[in-house]
Structures are given as structure tokens and as C-alpha cells.
């Protein structure tokens, strides 16, 4: 008994020890989680119980030259349900009329949404999606439907919203206006203005202490955010809505007509050098056509005829020939070290001045001139190249801009062929905006200006930046020349290869240019060629400059000349500028037009929060703000055209009948 006794004593002391060795572990392990770890639990907590959340800087606006919008941030939203959420007596109690109001407002049977409903409860479906894309006028409308507006605990309803940037004008200048995207985690990338300009447009985020309470929601911990955001800033282009709108279409139906692989059409203002308009289309295997590759700043090629202002500027300046020189055409082909140059009308010209060989774009006339005067010295010839700014990029704001190449005398490169191909505008390669620039030199009487495509950056009505012209050649050669250029410029079109756009009711000056592409490669089978003009309107006092590129046109009935397939287009915009817009491409103060336009909305935006339910007067407005306005008002909106709104299918002051059909003629 007494041995038992004892056994028993010893079980109460193990035990009693055991109990000791576990709460000194429990002591020591309290220690350290509170002296030696403490930081970093307290830490860990707070982690978990409060959060930094980003508040997103709203992105900026980009406007064209008359305040019209190009692009701009709207919200964008997804409904889901959660099946799960709702009671089962509330979920049969308000099923049928939720199918019903979905029927009405997205177009499918009531029925269809009812068996979706209840088969996405069967399966205990908590993410069924219902739609997306979104406007939020039609979520405010989802919201408000029965089940849905109990909200998300007790009607499952599940609001994803996400910001997407939106071109109100459609697909024109979409290229030129960019995009900026997320590639990686932290990478990202873009083109155009969007990119170019993304500091300024993108402003920075804020940030705001939350706490977590129950049922995963977080509360703001305090009134005041950590870090407002700082909201982007608007950037004001240099593009011209009405003028845009007449190139892309005038480009799109040549490209169209000549089943032509791409092209691009730029037309700027000489004096400045903004530019009002720009187009890049290429070809989809459909054979529709839709903004790609910036074709103007990026395709770096070989120009052909159009180089052959050049020669004349040279030649001139040197006084090594003058326009009157004459030359034989040796009845339209001549040699250098084997290779014929030829002209593309059989049998030549004949004896002919320079001034006419440049008009008929002769290619025996240009080459020999050039050759005579610099097959001795072809550096004093390649310095005049080198002097125009051709033999290196324009440094626009956009990446990607094309590499031009001059071939260098100095070069391993330079051949005994060289001197004669540049002077026809092959063995070099320059982009459409390098041409441009160079002919509008001359259209601004010498004066070479650097193409631009933004004017302003702006906070509401503060100017934060001003883009100012930039003179990248004061004097790019004598006055004499450029009047004898000009003269010769305006002949190509009044009796020269741009004869077919002559018209007598308004002055154009230019060049045309036919070039061979590709034809090196793979024996000549990829050969095509690219059409061109480029030159100034009015003739005498250029406002404008512009060309046009057309690449891989249709050479079915041998049309694929400069004159036939850029030359219309050419003339197309030159036309439409002088008949339908003669007095409003001078923006004289784009401050007045923005607030005129701004204040426009606001007073007709008071009226709708004051409950006014007559239709409104939006003629003059900028369409996206007359869509705006009208959806707030519970009317369906549809346009024809871009720009700012001509008339209004329904007519002002009448009563609003909700979900009314509303059309807008927009020019």
C-alpha cells in the first residue's frame, strides 16, 4: 500500500514537473513573441487589419485644336451574381422580375435569363457573369433592378469596374493618338501621344489608410486620404477634326479604288508646322483597311521623283545650271558604269530646259544635270543633302521614327552609281515627314520648321506647358531659289505631271513620285511600287503643305503613276479646305474655345440635375459631351458623322419620354 502510495506520489510530481517545463516554455515563448519578435507580429497584424488601398489619379484628356475630344477615360463596368448570396425565399420571390428587367434592357428572352439564373444556383455559382462593357448609366439602371438592389449580401449582386480610354471620334488618328498598355507587372508600353505624353497624362495616384472589419469589407480609417492623387493633365494636339476627317476618308477611298497595300496622307500648317491631320492605313486580310503602323514618321524608303526637288534646290544654289539650261533626253535612256536610267515616257523628250525636265519629271533630264555638276565632286553635291536635315531623323516626340540614309562619299558603301541613282531619288531612303518637311521650306519661303503634333498641355484653363515652333533651318537656301522652286513647283500641276489636278478655281503646287520598291529582292519578283505627291496649297501663299504615300497599288491597267493614285488625294483635301473651310483652321484662341465649351456643359448639366425633362438644344456641341448629356437623361443616343453636332433627331423643349431613341448628324 505504502509502495503504491509512493508510486503515486512520483505519477503527481512527473506530472506537476511536465506542467512546470510547459508553462516556462509558454513564459519563454510569450517573452519572445512580445520582446524579441514583437515588431514584427505588431507588424504583421496591422497588415492584415489595415491596408494602404490606391486611389488612381484620373488620366488626362487629350483634345484636337477646336476642343473637340480625341480621347478620354470613362468607367467601365461588369455585373456578376452570386448565387449563393440571396435567401432562397428572396431569391424565388424576385427571380422572374429580374429575368424580366434583364430581358428588357439586354435584348435576350426573359426565359433565357430565368434558366440561367436558377442553374447558376443549382450549381452554387458565386461569379455568374450577367454582362460586361457596361456604360453607367446601364449599371445605375442594373443596380436599381429587383434582387439586385438589395444589394451584394442579400441580392448577390457583383460590381467589377475598370477604366478604359475611349476615342470618341471612332478609328481616325487612332494611331497617331497612341495607346499606353501594361505588358508585365511593372512594364509597360505605347505609341503615339498617349506614350509620347504620359507623364503629363497620367498624373499620380494617392493612397488611403482602411481597416478591416467584418465580413472582408474595409473601412477608411480616418477622413483624409495618406496621399491625394494628383489628376492628369490635358493635352491640346495640333490636329484639325473637319481636316482629319477629309483626309482619312479621302486616303481611305483611293486605297479602296487601287486595292493598294497602305498609305499614309499628313497635311501640316506651313508657317508653324502643326499638323492639322494624319492618316495611316493599312490593308486587313479582309480587305478592309484600319489605322496600323504610323506610315508618315516609321517607313523610312526610298522616295523616288519626289527627291528631285533636291537636285533643283542644289544645282540652283551652286549655279552650276539654271532653269533654263537645256539637256538631251537621248531619246529617254542614258548609262552610268552599265546601268540605264530611263524615262518613263518612251522615246524622251527631246531637248528640253531643266525647268521642264522637272516638270515632266524626267529622269535622263535630273540625272545628267546632277551628274555634270558633281561627278567631279559628289561631297559638294551630298552636303547640300546633308545640309536640308535629310541625312538624320527629325527627333519627333513619337518613338519609332524611321532612319533615313544618305549614302556618304566617304563610305565603303559609295559606288560609281550612287551620285547618278540619288539624283532620281533611289539609293537613299527618307521618310514621308522628312519630305514634308523639306518641300515646306520651301512653301515657307525657306524657313524649315519641325512638324508637330502638340500645342499645349494644360490643367483646366491653366497652361502648364506651351509647345512653341521649332526652327530647325532658318534658311534652308537663297530667295531667288526658292521662287524659282516655287515657279517650277507650281508648273508640275498647271502644265507639268500633275496636270489632271489642275484647277482654275484654286492654286496647288507640288510633285509627283513614282518608285520601284523591293526591286533588289528575290530577282525582282517582290517589286512594287509606291506613289506619291507632296507639295503646298494656295500656290502663292502656301497655308498648307501635305503628302501623300500610297504603297502597293493595283498595276492591273499600268495606273499606279503618283498623279493617278496620291494626286487625287491630294487634291481632294486641298479642295475641301478651300470651299468648305476657308476662315476656321486659324485657331486664334483654343483657352476661349475649350471654357466656351466647357461652360456649355456645365449649364446644360445643371438643367438635368435640376430635373428637367425637356429635351435639350445640343446643336454646337462636341458630340462625347452631347452623348453624355443625353444618357443622363435616360435617352438612347446614336451619331452619324464626327465633330460637334449639326442637328438632333428630336426636337428641343419636347417632353422626355425614357429610353427614347435620339439621333445626332455630327460634322
Not at 467584418?214 to 492623387?229: H, T, Y
Not at 486605297?255 to 492605313?281: K, P, S, W, Y
Not at 552650276?320 to 537621248?330: E, G, L, M, Q
Request: charged share 25%; net charge positive; hydrophobic share 35%.
Amino acid at each position: 500500500m505504502a509502495i503504491e502510495d509512493k508510486n503515486i506520489s512520483y505519477r503527481m510530481y512527473l506530472v506537476a514537473f511536465v506542467i512546470f517545463l510547459m508553462a516556462l516554455g509558454i513564459a519563454v515563448k510569450l517573452t519572445n513573441i512580445q520582446w524579441v519578435e514583437g515588431d514584427y507580429y505588431r507588424q504583421l497584424a496591422k497588415e492584415r487589419t489595415v491596408r494602404n488601398f490606391v486611389i488612381p489619379a484620373n488620366k488626362g484628356n487629350i483634345y484636337s485644336s477646336d476642343g473637340s475630344l480625341l480621347a478620354t477615360s470613362i468607367p467601365n463596368y461588369a455585373i456578376r451574381f452570386d448565387a449563393v448570396a440571396p435567401k432562397a425565399e428572396t431569391f424565388e420571390k424576385n427571380v422572374g422580375s429580374l429575368a424580366d428587367s434583364l430581358a428588357l434592357m439586354l435584348g435576350k428572352p426573359s426565359s433565357y435569363y430565368q434558366n440561367e439564373l436558377r442553374r447558376a444556383r443549382a450549381n452554387n455559382n458565386r461569379y455568374y457573369l450577367i454582362s460586361r462593357d457596361l456604360s453607367y448609366t446601364d449599371y445605375i439602371k442594373i443596380k436599381g433592378f429587383p434582387l439586385f438592389k438589395l444589394g451584394a449580401y442579400k441580392g448577390g449582386i457583383i460590381v467589377e469596374q475598370k477604366t478604359v480610354r475611349e476615342h470618341p471620334i471612332g478609328k481616325i488618328a487612332e494611331r497617331t493618338i497612341g495607346y499606353e498598355r501594361q505588358t508585365g507587372e511593372t512594364s509597360f508600353e505605347g505609341k503615339g501621344i498617349e506614350w509620347a505624353y504620359r507623364d503629363y497624362l497620367n498624373g499620380k495616384d494617392g493612397n488611403i489608410l482602411k481597416q478591416k472589419i467584418a465580413k472582408g469589407q474595409w473601412k477608411p480609417i480616418r477622413d483624409l486620404n495618406e496621399v491625394d492623387p494628383q489628376d492628369g493633365y490635358d493635352v491640346i494636339s495640333t490636329i484639325d477634326v473637319y481636316i482629319q476627317d477629309i483626309a482619312h476618308h479621302a486616303l481611305l477611298k483611293q486605297l479602296q479604288e487601287f486595292e493598294a497595300d497602305h498609305g499614309c496622307v499628313v497635311v501640316m500648317e506651313t508657317e508653324t508646322g502643326a499638323v492639322r491631320a494624319i492618316a495611316n492605313l493599312g490593308r486587313a486580310a479582309d480587305g478592309s483597311y484600319y489605322e496600323t503602323t504610323n506610315y508618315a514618321v516609321a517607313e523610312s524608303h526610298e522616295p523616288g521623283s519626289t527627291f528631285k526637288l533636291v537636285d533643283m534646290m542644289a544645282l540652283l544654289e551652286d549655279k552650276v545650271a539654271d532653269t533654263s539650261t537645256v539637256y538631251d533626253s537621248n531619246g529617254g535612256e542614258v548609262r552610268y558604269s552599265g546601268k540605264a536610267v530611263r524615262d518613263s515616257h518612251r522615246g524622251g523628250y527631246g531637248k528640253i530646259s531643266l525647268a521642264r525636265g522637272f516638270e515632266l519629271s524626267s529622269n535622263t533630264v535630273m540625272v545628267q544635270a546632277v551628274y555634270n555638276a558633281y561627278n567631279e565632286n559628289p561631297s559638294r553635291f551630298v552636303n547640300h543633302v546633308n545640309s536640308y536635315g535629310l541625312n538624320k531623323k527629325l527627333n519627333m516626340d513619337f518613338k519609332g521614327e524611321g532612319r533615313p540614309y544618305i549614302p556618304q562619299p566617304s563610305n565603303k558603301r559609295w559606288s560609281n552609281i550612287s551620285l547618278p541613282w540619288m539624283a532620281f531619288g533611289y539609293g537613299v531612303s527618307v521618310t514621308p515627314m522628312q519630305t514634308l518637311a523639306f518641300y515646306n521650306a520651301v512653301a515657307n519661303n525657306g524657313v524649315m520648321v519641325k512638324p508637330y503634333f502638340v500645342s499645349e498641355i494644360k490643367e483646366w484653363n491653366k497652361t502648364i506647358k506651351k509647345v512653341e515652333t521649332e526652327v530647325l533651318n532658318p534658311k534652308i537656301c537663297s530667295q531667288e531659289t526658292i521662287l524659282k522652286l516655287k515657279a517650277v513647283l507650281k508648273n508640275v500641276v498647271k502644265k507639268g505631271t500633275g496636270s489632271k489636278l489642275y484647277s482654275k478655281d484654286f492654286s496647288m503646287a507640288g510633285k509627283t513620285g513614282t518608285a520601284q520598291v523591293n526591286y533588289g529582292k528575290n530577282g525582282g519578283a517582290g517589286k512594287y511600287y509606291a506613289s506619291s505627291f507632296v507639295g503646298f496649297f494656295p500656290a502663292e501663299h502656301a497655308k498648307y503643305s501635305c503628302i501623300v504615300v500610297v504603297h502597293k497599288p493595283s498595276t492591273v491597267n499600268n495606273n499606279y503613276y503618283g498623279a493617278d493614285v496620291a494626286g487625287p488625294v491630294f487634291k481632294r483635301i486641298a479642295q475641301k479646305i478651300f470651299t468648305d473651310v476657308p476662315s476656321t483652321n486659324e485657331i486664334k484662341n483654343i483657352n476661349k474655345k475649350i471654357e466656351k465649351q466647357e461652360k456649355s456643359y456645365n449649364d446644360y448639366f445643371t438643367s438635368v440635375q435640376n430635373k428637367d425633362e425637356k429635351v435639350p438644344n445640343v446643336k454646337g456641341m462636341p458630340g462625347m459631351d452631347a452623348i453624355a448629356l443625353l444618357e443622363n437623361l435616360g435617352l438612347r443616343v446614336s451619331t452619324r458623322g464626327i465633330g460637334k453636332v449639326k442637328s438632333q433627331s428630336l426636337e428641343v423643349g419636347q417632353n422626355i419620354i425614357k429610353n427614347t431613341a435620339i439621333t445626332l448628324e455630327l460634322l
